[in-house]
């Protein structure tokens, strides 16, 4: 089990959204790639990190401080990143930069034909991103809840080939309410590729939920907020699911 943190960025800082609210972001660091030395220093085996600007306008923004970070973890972890990734120019930019998994969320849902080429074009770099609430997904920075529901999505998009799914629970992420461990678990039962959890991690305890189920298919979890108001440290997160999980963690982060 991964405990993954999330470096988030807009505007070039590492921030942390409430229920992705552009205007709830708090700042959290002005130098991303110090962060993400951080988080390597203190056991991280994978980074996950969303262009927070680049989500909303449908293209890049955060470049300079994406390869700034990938940069800083050098070929130590591998980086996975969404936001903003609407062609396949761009994913080949990404993965050139050293990017090593590029997320496609809102532009998997309203353009499958994109995410099946993707898919196609860069076998065993592509995850999806399904952000749902109540079941059903939400695109365009959650603002939007489709009718699709969660599950049924995911399992078409894993016919075309994605690497993995990110599954996040739009009401519980950045609250530090505890993982939504019910509907995680169904998803992943549905699957056969991992699912990596994200939203509402908060604290051991929750790491302890995650990894008494991720034999069902979780094979990791996203945390933000928690780690950088102190709720949760990485170490001892990282520590606790190697010692309850019996596959190494090491080798499910290449």
């Known amino acids: 089990m991964l405990i ?4 988030d960025l807009k505007d070039g800082q590492c921030v942390r959204l409430r ?12 130098n991303p790639a110090e962060m993400a030395g951080k988080w390597l220093a203190s056991g991280a085996r994978r980074l996950h990190l969303v262009d927070l600007n680049g989500a909303f306008a449908g293209r890049p923004i955060n470049e300079k401080a994406i390869r700034a970070i990938v940069d800083a973890v050098g070929d130590d972890i591998p980086v ?12 080949e930019r990404y993965l ?24 196609n074009a860069f076998p065993g770099h592509v995850i999806v991103g ?22 049924d999505l995911a399992k078409r998009f894993e016919d075309y080939g994605v690497e993995s799914v990110v599954y996040t629970d739009i009401g519980r992420d950045g609250m530090l309410a505890g993982v939504n461990i019910e ?4 998803l992943a039962q549905a699957l056969t590729i991992p699912v990596i959890a ?20 979780i094979m990791g979890a996203i945390t933000g907020r928690a780690l950088y108001e102190g ?21 499910l982060g290449q």
Do not use: Y
């Not at 952000?131 to 599950?151: I, N, P």
């Not at 509907?183 to 169904?186: E, F, I, L, N, R």
């Open 198 to 217: 994200s939203g509402g991690i908060t604290n051991l305890e929750d790491v302890r939920q995650l990894c008494a189920v991720q034999d069902e298919g």
């Open 231 to 251: 709720t949760l440290d990485l170490t001892a997160a990282q520590t606790l699911a190697d010692t309850l999980t019996r596959q190494p963690s090491a080798a």
């Open 183 to 186: 509907a995680t678990v169904a």
């Open 19 to 30: 229920q992705g609210e552009m205007d709830s972001a708090t700042v959290f660091s002005s």
């Open 80 to 91: 996975q990143l969404g936001g903003g990734i609407r062609d396949l120019d761009t994913i």
């Open 96 to 119: 050139d930069d050293g990017v090593s998994f590029v997320i496609i969320g809102s532009a998997a849902v309203k353009n499958p034909g994109f995410l099946h080429d993707a898919c």
């Open 130 to 151: 399904l952000d749902a609430r109540d079941g059903k997904v939400a695109v365009e920075g959650w603002s939007k809840v489709t009718g699709h529901d969660v599950v």
């Open 4 to 7: 993954i943190p999330a470096i």
